[in-house]
């Protein structure tokens, strides 16, 4: 389990023990269960297990071809804290498009234990990963997921053949740092928003696992933050 301390509220991600509280939110639950004074919300995802050390052949043969010929593209992959700044101007701009807050460095002081990878092409970050590592549960969590499809000056589909060679690169990396489950971070097979369908059918490629994990909100708190949404459209 994680744990994130902020000012007003204390968030824990992977709780199999969740626990009502006025300052507590739990967050990516595997457990579901009613708890006094909380709303619970359904969060289905897709996960890829990594124990299988050729998890990457039972990928989509469309995935597959993607990633081999990503491999011919010199595209280079890098890794370190050091990219999370870069990351986020790259995908902030993109997620305030869809009507998200987005990300700002000092929002990771309580999230330590990440890891932070991109692909770059000719010097250019076409895509980048920030995932959220559980030691305990042996899983990394795909909190944050960049691309560059917004800049209409660079191939749209080197940026995809990108994601999908990122996307196995990180799973070798996680797999050899004793990682067990890959989480997607979301996935809805039949969503109706036209802005998620590329990203969950590039999810789909993996023929990940599809599970459901729980968020726990106190009620106030939900409230809260569903009226605020209404305020922002």
Excluded at 42 to 60: I, K, N
Excluded at 176 to 195: H, P, R, V
Aim: aromatic fraction near 12%; charge should be neutral.
């Amino acid at each position: 389990m994680i744990t994130e301390r902020k000012k007003w509220m204390t968030y824990t991600y992977f709780n199999r023990d969740p626990r009502p509280g006025l300052l507590k939110t739990h967050l990516f639950s595997p457990i579901q269960k009613d708890l006094p004074m909380m709303v619970r919300v359904p969060f289905p995802t897709m996960t890829v297990d990594l124990r299988d050390a050729q998890f990457g052949e039972r990928w989509s043969s469309s995935t597959r071809t993607k990633i081999h010929r990503a491999q011919n593209e010199n595209l280079a992959v890098d890794r370190g804290g050091y990219l999370l700044e870069h990351i986020l101007k790259l995908f902030n701009p993109g997620a305030r498009l869809k009507g998200l807050r987005g990300f700002e460095v000092s929002h990771f002081d309580t999230l330590v234990n990440i890891e932070c990878a991109a692909v770059y092409y000719e010097g250019v970050m076409l895509c980048s990963h920030i995932w959220l590592i559980d030691e305990a549960e042996k899983r990394a969590l795909l909190y944050v997921n960049a691309s560059n499809h917004h800049n209409d000056n660079d191939d749209r589909s080197l940026t995809g053949r990108a994601h999908y060679f990122l996307l196995w690169q990180d799973g070798l990396y996680l797999r050899d740092l004793g990682i067990e489950t890959m989480d997607l971070m979301g996935y809805e097979a039949n969503t109706q928003n036209e802005s998620l369908k590329g990203v969950y059918q590039w999810k789909a490629g993996t023929h990940g696992q599809e599970e459901t994990l729980y968020h726990y909100y106190p009620r106030w708190f939900f409230l809260l933050r569903k009226l605020r949404n209404m305020l922002n459209g």
